[in-house]
Nanobody, 117 residues
């Protein structure tokens, strides 16, 4: 079993920055992808950013150039640096760890990010 714990959410004014962290523990398969999703009120959950074990990254168009995903040296921690935040970035941000061999999908409890205008 794998546990994911997020931290770093909060309230920030538009134009500000936040850094989210997610620490994974337990029986972690070495080849994995760690993702940040968000869900705004009344909207579907969307993928914000991804990073593979090898460091390849991918971003939603809406956050490119503003958000940066990275892994810690131990590879079991993922960060999301969010700059130039906009009210549209408001939502619950959840960390996800996914593997293919075998197929597994783990989620954290989520952390609230609120950007005021």
């Amino acid at each position: 079993q794998v546990q994911l714990v997020e931290s770093g959410g909060g309230l920030v004014q538009a134009g500000g920055s936040l850094r989210l962290s997610c620490v994974a523990s337990g029986s972690i398969i070495s080849l994995n992808v760690m993702n940040w999703y968000r869900q705004a009120p009344g909207k579907q959950r969307e993928l914000v950013a991804s990073i593979t074990t090898g460091g390849a990254t991918n971003y939603a168009d809406s956050v490119k150039g503003r958000f940066t995903i990275s892994r810690g040296n131990a590879k079991n921690t993922v960060y999301l640096q969010m700059n130039s935040l906009e009210p549209e970035d408001t939502g619950v941000y959840s960390c996800n760890l996914a593997t293919v061999f075998p197929i597994r999908d783990y989620w954290g409890q989520g952390t609230q990010v609120t950007v005021s205008s």
